[in-house]
């Protein structure tokens, strides 16, 4: 890195979404800190998106066109190689930035110098007005994370700020898949180093009709996370495979729950999971916080740690606030908006 390069590259890999770009674009130029560059990467759109984005005049907007059509991993890839930043974040073009984001992540890498990247909390949001905070921790920490993401915690690049070198090593993303590359990333750098774990909140992903989201999403993160396994030896692959029987066993737990033909192994399954879980507890920060928001042990195993393998809906009436993962659309909006995120040391 020069001197006149930026300290972060924010990448944005989007096809025919110029109107939601337009805000994407908005949230990371209204930054609180200024030395950053942002890519964009117009993956052969057809919209209007390549005439509006070649003609903004910001000098911090670097666009970049492919003229075929490469799916979003192709398209990071292209902005990763173009990166002159430091650190590098890979937001989604129809998600937003918080005001201070960029700010944020500096200020926990900077304090940890170990850490290969920072992940925040986020604020979900839909287009009938509902929000809920998805609090990833209660207080900042350095953390080893591959167990937890083997095991079912997940992360969408937009949450997490890495240092640019770290990714390339990695070669980027896989442009075998263009659902779950992130994940896939995610598995990959966890095993490197530590990640340092940030409360408050500096992504607002948005959900809306044009959120693609296969419908097989928990046995595609199955294979993935089996194909990370399977690359490795020893102790190392069989601590992997006895994660990811304790993964099987939670998703066993939610079946014995609604399937009349599994409820005669709901006691067993729900033992085995209980014990699979106990053994993960104590070293992990993340499972704790889960753990302490959830309602119940019972509760948190049927989700299966974690709301991302599945559909997320905030118009849904009726549903508890209690863990931060699902608002109504009216009536606890406005105080879920107040609900402290978290706390940083």
């Not at 800190?33 to 005049?57: A, N, P």
């Not at 000098?59 to 059509?69: A, D, I, Y």
């Not at 928990?218 to 194909?227: D, I, N, P, S, T």
Request: charged share 25%; with cysteine.
């Amino acid at each position: 890195m020069t001197r006149q390069d930026p300290v972060v590259s924010v990448v944005v890999a989007t096809h025919n979404r110029c109107d939601l770009l337009q805000q994407t674009v908005a949230s990371v130029l209204g930054q609180t800190v200024g030395d950053f560059e942002l890519i964009v990467v117009d993956d052969c759109s057809s919209d209007g998106t390549w005439e509006w984005v070649s003609g903004l005049s910001d000098e911090r907007v670097r666009p970049f066109r492919l003229e075929q059509h490469g799916e979003r991993s192709t398209a990071r890839n292209t902005g990763l190689r173009a990166a002159r930043g430091q650190y590098v974040l890979f937001l989604d073009d129809d998600d937003l930035l918080t005001d201070r984001a960029l700010e944020t992540h500096l200020h926990h890498l900077r304090a940890h110098p170990s850490a290969l990247g920072s992940i925040a909390s986020l604020r979900l949001f839909d287009t009938k007005g509902g929000e809920a905070v998805l609090a990833i921790i209660d207080r900042a920490r350095l953390q080893n994370i591959w167990q937890d993401t083997l095991f079912g915690w997940a992360a969408c690049c937009g949450q997490i700020l890495f240092r640019t070198q770290v990714v390339r090593s990695a070669n980027g993303f896989d442009p075998s898949h263009s659902f779950v590359e992130d994940h896939v990333l995610l598995l990959q750098l966890t095993r490197l180093g530590p990640f340092v774990l940030v409360p408050d909140v500096a992504l607002r992903y948005r959900l809306h009709p044009g959120t693609a989201r296969p419908l097989r999403i928990w046995a595609l993160m199955h294979e993935v996370r089996g194909a990370a396994v399977a690359g490795l030896r020893g102790k190392e692959r069989r601590l992997g495979e006895r994660i990811l029987d304790a993964r099987s066993l939670l998703r066993s737990t939610g079946e014995a729950r609604t399937d009349r033909r599994h409820r005669i192994r709901t006691p067993w399954t729900y033992l085995q999971a209980y014990w699979a879980v106990a053994s993960m507890y104590l070293g992990s920060a993340l499972m704790r916080f889960e753990l302490a928001n959830s309602r119940s042990l019972f509760r948190w195993l049927e989700r299966g740690y974690t709301g991302w393998d599945g559909q997320i809906d905030l118009s849904v009436r009726g549903r508890s606030n209690r863990d931060g993962r699902f608002a109504p659309a009216q009536g606890n909006a406005e105080a879920l908006q107040n609900r402290p995120v978290g706390r940083t040391e």
